[in-house]
């Protein structure tokens, strides 16, 4: 089983800048490939960033240039770091993972990210 906990949602002005972290507990195997779901209110959920435990990385149209994503496989700790927010950034945030070719399997609670003045 894996269990995955996110932190660092906050308000913060457009312009501003946060960092989510994602700790995971359990199988190294099933969180081979990490990622950030993102749901604003009326929306879809979509895909905002994901990166295995080789390095491979893949980030949203919406938000290259902005967002980087990274992991700590010894702390099995990801991180998404966020610039020049937006409001249309506003979302939950939710930490996900999973094996390859089944991601992702498993879902953190969410974190609440609002980019307002």
């Known amino acids: 089983q894996v269990r995955l906990v996110e932190s660092g949602g906050d308000l913060v002005q457009p312009g501003g800048s946060l960092r989510l972290s994602c700790a995971a507990t359990?199988?190294?195997?099933?969180?081979?490939?990490m990622g950030w779901y993102r749901q604003a209110p009326g929306k879809q959920r979509e895909l905002v960033a994901s990166t295995t435990s080789g390095g491979t990385t893949d980030l949203g149209d919406f938000v290259k240039g902005r967002f980087t994503i990274s992991r700590d496989n010894a702390k099995k700790t990801m991180y998404l770091q966020m610039n020049s927010l937006k409001p249309e950034d506003t979302a939950v945030y939710y930490c996900?993972?999973?094996?390859?070719?089944?991601?992702?399997?498993?879902w953190g609670q969410g974190t609440q990210v609002t980019v307002s003045s």
């Open positions: 359990g199988s190294i195997f099933s969180t081979r490939v």
């Open positions: 996900t993972a999973g094996p390859l070719g089944s991601f992702p399997s498993y």
